[in-house]
């Protein structure tokens, strides 16, 4: 079997996917961006240039595609641009080809071409959880069941993200449960010295609670509420960490500054190799954003054992945080109801340790293989056919 892979780019979330697929037939990955990407970019989000520390093209067949766009790059259709982009997967003569997301111009290219000539398959997380009734939604859900009818078979991420297929087209008998996943083992590892140092730095007693906040700062993932809420809170054994750089890092220092608290505390951007430390050094994770396809870091803290408070606008929140068992899921935008939360969860230390146990229970079922082990599957299917 020669499986063909389309993507954009090498990410922390992908690779390890890809060399466990690499063992099980003959696969290439076709990278669109071209091999601008491997390289140190400025990310604006972050206001850095990001460099990953961690290997993203170890144990997997790889090649980069030219590409011509006049800006390159995964944040809108016409930063993915390969004149050649037909005649290489066609020179690798795959029996499947897989595609992740449609929405750059020779992604959705390859999506018309192949259909029926070669299954396609397709990943993406989308969902409905913030989409409104509009004549313009009814435009979107026409082109969009457009989109789809050249798919064969999707991969789904989670719940929301399989109901977003139904809506758009896609039957049952095409839809694949495959778990958006991390490296569980990686953020589960013992890396308690480095907590205890960290911690320390920062003045957190072992007996004070610590609620982390980790990503960008700027308006999507709305931190602004939970320095809010925060300072509404009033347990002086609770503190507050921020861990990451954005548009919104100086409102939120000045912020600090005016509570005139020394319990908020703000770390720069942290890269892959550290994140475990940042997860494992807090007691509670809260991701607060206005909206999110996904939210991978809430699976990152889950494999670190933390509890949970999340924002019902994100797509992990129905699938991963368990009300009153891992976490706790607050009405986004919506501060009192995120206090009511923080208030429930930093009622000890043993309560919030309980809630990070059923994280990662609950955790282990969304990895790496669970994710190959249903591609694969699917694969195996394919071939005896």
Known sequence: ?????????????????????????????????????????????FGK?????????????????????SQPGSHHFKGIKNPDVIQKIDAFQPHVILVYGWAYQSHLKILRHFKGKIPTWFRGDSNLIDKSSTWKSLLKRIFLQWVYSHVDKAFYVGTANEAYFHRYGMKASQL?????????????????????????????????????????LDFIKNPEILINAYAQLGQKNVHLLFVGNGTLEKKLMFLSKTLKSEAIHFLPFQNQKTMPV????????????????????VNEAMAAGKAIIASDKLGCATDLVQEGLNGY??????????????????????????????????????????????IAKELDEYSKH
């Open 278 to 297: 940042i997860y494992q050094s807090c007691d509670v994770f809260c991701l607060p954003s206005r909206r999110e396809s996904w939210g991978l870091a």
């Open 49 to 69: 240039t990001i460099e990953w520390d961690i290997p993203l093209l170890d144990g997997y067949d790889y090649e980069f595609l030219t590409n011509v766009s």
């Open 176 to 216: 694949v449960f495959a778990p958006h996943a991390i490296d569980i083992g990686r953020f589960a590892e013992d890396r308690s010295e480095e907590v205890l140092t960290l911690r320390k730095s920062l003045h957190i007693e072992e007996t004070d609670i610590l609620i982390l906040f980790a990503g960008k």
């Open 1 to 45: 079997m020669r499986f063909a892979i389309v993507t954009t780019h090498p990410i922390q979330y992908y690779a390890p996917v890809f060399k466990l697929l690499a063992g099980c037939c003959e696969m290439k990955v076709f990278y669109t961006w071209g091999e601008e990407s491997i390289k140190p970019k400025f990310d604006p989000g």
């Open 329 to 374: 899921v607050f009405k986004s935008e919506d501060q009192a109801d995120l206090l009511i939360k923080l208030k429930l969860a930093c009622t000890s230390l043993s309560h919030l340790s309980k809630l990070g146990l059923q994280s990662k229970k609950i955790i282990e079922n969304w990895s790496f293989d669970v994710q190959v082990t249903a």
